[in-house]
């Protein structure tokens, strides 16, 4: 059920960024992403993330200035196989250990594209919310600590059109920053996505 009410959020936030820029032109963005964990999101999972995906909508409000908004997913795993491990001096556990991250960023977004036209090189900043998830599996039982985290994503980016059509090749590395909070650890991670554009 929280699943299902993230994927609406993403949604409704897309929709309705786009949809008020809608006059000026703009275009939707389907991009695959992978992940490379950094800091405190690589002592929890080292493992590079390749299951991740982004929706954004942006709209110009001149020839070189779009705004918008954005959804996706990423997710890290790592599986450390049978392990024993001491919870005290008299108790030992064993079991599969396995960790999870589900991040979920749900961000307005401005980018500035410096040649519109035939070849389009951007620069990008996200400002909103990451929704993350993190689990240790010990066998059937799991730790969880889940929070909603302040974020930034600056961007760096490129869109290549085919031909006459309204499609267009687009490839971004982004920076994923998601600030800590009371009672869990700040994330980050660089975000590296291909995919396609539609432009209107």
């Given at each position: 059920m929280k699943k299902n009410k993230i994927f609406l959020t993403i949604i409704?936030?897309?929709?309705?960024?786009?949809?008020?820029?809608?006059?000026?032109?703009?275009?939707?963005?389907?991009?695959?992403?992978?992940?490379?964990?950094?800091?405190?999101?690589?002592?929890?999972?080292s493992k590079s993330s390749f299951r991740g995906m982004m929706i954004e909508g942006r709209g110009f409000v001149t020839n070189n200035l779009a705004v918008g908004g954005a959804g996706g997913w990423q997710v890290f795993y790592e599986n450390l196989g049978w392990v024993t491990e001491n919870v005290n001096e008299t108790t030992t556990i064993n079991g599969y250990k396995r960790k999870y991250i589900n991040a979920v960023p749900l961000m307005a977004t401005a980018h500035y594209y410096f040649f519109p036209g035939?070849?389009?090189?951007?620069?990008?900043?996200?400002?909103?919310?990451?929704?993350?998830?993190?689990?240790?599996?010990?066998?059937?039982?799991?730790?969880?600590?889940?929070?909603?985290?302040?974020?930034?994503?600056?961007?760096?980016?490129?869109?290549i059109p085919f031909g006459s059509s309204n499609a267009a090749f687009t490839a971004n590395v982004k920076y994923n920053w998601a600030a800590k909070t009371k009672d869990t650890s700040g994330q980050s991670w660089i975000g590296v996505g291909v995919g396609f554009s539609y432009v209107f």
């Open positions: 409704f936030i897309v929709t309705f960024s786009i949809s008020s820029f809608a006059q000026g032109g703009g275009a939707w963005n389907f991009t695959y992403n992978m992940g490379i964990p950094m800091g405190d999101t690589k002592d929890f999972v035939n070849l389009m090189p951007y620069i990008g900043l996200g400002l909103g919310t990451y929704y993350i998830d993190a689990r240790t599996y010990m066998g059937i039982y799991y730790i969880e600590d889940e929070a909603w985290h302040f974020g930034l994503a600056p961007e760096l980016g490129l869109s």
